[in-house]
C-alpha cells in the first residue's frame, strides 16, 4: 500500500503529515493571541470562516524559536477527535512549519517505527520514519501533538 506523505521542515530536519490528514496550506499569518494559552499555542487564525487553533511546532517540540519567514506556512490538519455524543468528531488545528517541501509516495513497508530515545522531538508525537535520498522523514502523530490531556514532557 502506498502513503502519500505531506513534507515540511523544522530547523533543518524533514517531518511529515500523511496527506489525507492535511485539508490546506496557509501562507503564514500572525494569528491572535489567546490568553492563558500554553506557550506553544501561538492563537487563532480565520480559515474558511472558521476559528483555528494554531501550534507552533518548534515550541511544541523544543526547539530554537525562529521568526517567521516568506516560506513560514500553516499546515490545517484534521484531527481525529472523538466525543461521547460524537465518535467520528473531527477537529482541525493549525501546524506553524518553516517551510512546506513537496508530497512523496512512500510504500507502507518503507516506513519504519521510530527509536523509543534519541529523537530531536518525543517520541509519542512520531508515527514512523520513512527515508527520501540520505535523510530520514520523522512522520507526525497529529493526535498525540494536539491532544488536549497532555502529559508534561
Excluded: W
Excluded at 55 to 65: Q, T
Amino acid at each position: 500500500m502506498t502513503n502519500q506523505l505531506l513534507t515540511f521542515k523544522l530547523n533543518d530536519n524533514l517531518f511529515a503529515f500523511e496527506v489525507f490528514k492535511v485539508q490546506e496550506v496557509l501562507e503564514y499569518s500572525e494569528p491572535v493571541k489567546i490568553p492563558c494559552a500554553s506557550p506553544y499555542v501561538k492563537g487563532l487564525i480565520n480559515s474558511r470562516g472558521t476559528g483555528i487553533t494554531t501550534v507552533d511546532l518548534r515550541k511544541k517540540f523544543l526547539l530554537p524559536e525562529a521568526e517567521p519567514t516568506k516560506d513560514t506556512r500553516i499546515i490545517i490538519v484534521e484531527v481525529n477527535k472523538p466525543t461521547d455524543e460524537n465518535p467520528d468528531h473531527i477537529s482541525t488545528f493549525g501546524a506553524i512549519v518553516d517551510s512546506v517541501m513537496e508530497v512523496l509516495e512512500t510504500d507502507s513497508n518503507n516506513i519504519e517505527q521510530p527509536p523509543k530515545f534519541g529523537n530531536i522531538i518525543s517520541p509519542e508525537f512520531i508515527s514512523g520514519l520513512s527515508k527520501k535520498d540520505d535523510q530520514f522523514i520523522i512522520i507526525l502523530n497529529e493526535r498525540a501533538i494536539f491532544a488536549q490531556n497532555e502529559q508534561k514532557l
